[in-house]
Structure formats: structure tokens, C-alpha cells
């Protein structure tokens, strides 16, 4: 049987199907899903300065995608509880085909792949058992290799870490069914979890927070090159109570909480959309868009180094000495010491930002 590398090559010797890396498509650095004027949904490649470099049509709302390690494909996902999601080739605009989620399954609008680019994985809802599950498609052609637990309910966010061979999960602990829509069905019981496995679906560890705090989501992940996770929350409880929105994790250590103080903490309406370290890691930040607000902390102390108020900022990247960020206004910009705004052009963007990761 011909090797995974020889089949590979073989196609791209051909000009029914040319494989092209991120390069033949002006080499973009994040992804990101928006809404345009003339009432389409398009995912888009950005560059760092804020242009568009491509724009391709999605059949619904997008939420986030996962850009392929060595290939220009993007896979874009609809918005929760969306059951589909479009594998994109960007050279060319193209739709390859379209992944459709099992029976009985949703997607959660989140995946990423393996290393050497051949399986993708994708975060869904078994909602007849109300338990989380993690797809796994073959790149080759994109069939479903299988499926296996999540290690609880609500999978949002999904990131590899280092090592290539696990997957942080973000177990939100929210239940819902379709039949109910966006309609959370468990918020006194739930019990989000912060989860790793190994690529073939292992438990590895999982964390909790603190009781008090079991109606915290944890929806969105970031990590740093040295494996250190950042999460974002969306806290489920009572209005009143203005609890931690991030927190910061190392396999085999106890969580750490960080919040701004209670006056400023308050004004997020318990909200936080993405989650990124800075380009050298040693700040994290989370926007808060109903909040209207970029926050920004040390990693080292935990301390608030930075509040920046941008209007519906959601979408967050790290930068080479900083951040970039997207707004619900169109703002495409750039957080070093201070927002710089490097483009606005007419579209909403949706809410992540995400890196593409380019071969070196």
C-alpha cells in the first residue's frame, strides 16, 4: 500500500488537485468569521496589518474555524448548536466538502488538528445523553474516524498543547437539547471542568473550580508554548456576584483566579468572549464585549496591568508584542501599550481571532 506521503504527493503533482500551502494565498496570519453588508456570513483571512487578504461564503453564521497546520484549507464552524461545518480551500475559494454532524450530535463551533495535519477534531453535544463528545474526521478525505467522551458536558474551546498528543478541553458544564435551542436546562447541577486527554481519548487530568463557583463556564482556551492554559468564563449564576472570568492552569498544579477589583470587575455583565497570551507570554488578556472592555494581566503576579474600553471587542490573537483584537464595529486592531486601530472595514466581525499556525 502507498504511503499517506506518496498518496500526498502524488495529488499534488497533479492539476486536478493541487495541494498549496498558506503562502499561495498572501500567507495570512488569523482567521476570523464576520458578517458583510450585503447580508452574507464569509469567513476571512487577515494579515497583521488588518487587510482581507481572501473572503469566502459560509451558508450560516460562523463562530470560529481551525486553519490547517500545513495546507491553506480552513475548516469554519457553524454557531452553536449548528450541525455543520465547511472545509474551505482558500486558494482557490472553494468549498471541498462539508462535514454534517453525526445523529443524535451538534457541534459546539470549535476544533483544531493534529500536528501532521491528517485527523481533525471537533467539540459536539450528545444531547440525547446530555454528555459531551469529541469528533475525529480523517483530512484525507474528511470522514468521520469515530468519536470518544469529552470528559463532560458542554465541550466549547478546544486546543493541542505542546506535546502534540493532548487536548485541552473546555468542559463548559452547560446541558442543552436543539429541541430547546440556546436554552440552558441544568444551571443548579452544572459543573464545568477544565480537561485533558490524550489524542485517542484518555483522561489524562481534570480540574474543577471551587463549589462556590460551579456555575462559571469555562468556554474559551488559549496556551502558552510551555503548556500553561488560559481560560475565559461566563459566569451562569447570580447577577449580583461579579466573579473571576479567568483563570490560569499547569497540568499537576492547583488552579489561579484573576479579576480585576470588584468596581471595575463589575461592570463585565460576567462575560468574557476570548482568551490569549501576548506574542511573548507574559501577559494574558480577555475581552469582554458586553462589557465594552479589554482587560490585561500579569501571568507572573496575577495583577491587572492594563482596562481598555473598545466597543463589542471580542475576537483576541497574540501579536509580536502584544495582541490584535476584533471588534462587532469592524475595528481590526492592534494592543501593545495602548489600542491601535489598524483597519476598519465594512463588515461585524464575529467573536474569535484565530492564529494560523505556519510551518517554519
Known sequence: MPSRRHFLAGLAATSLAPIRGWAAVGSPDYLAAALF?????????????????FSLPLPARGHAAAAHPHWAQAVAFARRPGTFAVVIDCTTGTEITRLTAPEGRHFYGHGVFSPDGSRLFTTENDYEAADGVIGVWNTDDYTRMGEFPSGGVGPHDMRLMPDGQTLAIANGGIETHPETGRTKLNLPTMQPRLTYLDVSGTVLEQVELPRALHKNSIRHLAVRRDGLVAFAMQWQGDKAQHPPLLG???????????SAPEAVQSTLQGYAGSVAFAGDGSTVAITCPRGNALHRFSVADGQLTGVFPLE???GLGPGPEGYFFTTGTGIVGELTSGPHISARPDCQWDNHLIPIRKPA
Do not use: F, M, N, Q
Open 312 to 314: 463589542d471587542v471580542c
Open 248 to 258: 490560569l492552569h499547569r497540568r499537576g498544579e492547583t488552579l489561579r483566579l484573576l
Open 37 to 53: 453588508p450585503d447580508g452574507s456570513y464569509r469567513l476571512a483571512g487577515l494579515d497583521t496589518g488588518g487587510d482581507i487578504l
